[in-house]
């Protein structure tokens, strides 16, 4: 899921570089939100594949 968190992100970006180009500030906000998005998607699969191997780890675990 790391992955749909960076294309989020990539999209946040090229969203908000074509809001400063056409001076559209609701698209620049758009983009901010976006990326804001992404990397919040980011962070979680990260905390769900520590919870997981923590999980993993633990005596008597199914592996």
Known sequence: MAGKGKMGQVKGKAKEAA???T???????EG???QAK???GEARSDIED?????GQQM????K
């Open 38 to 40: 992404g990397k919040a």
């Open 50 to 54: 520590r919870a997981r191997k923590a």
């Open 19 to 21: 809001g400063k180009v």
């Open 23 to 29: 001076g559209n500030d609701s698209m620049k906000a």
């Open 32 to 34: 901010r939100m976006d």
């Open 59 to 62: 005596p008597g675990a199914k």
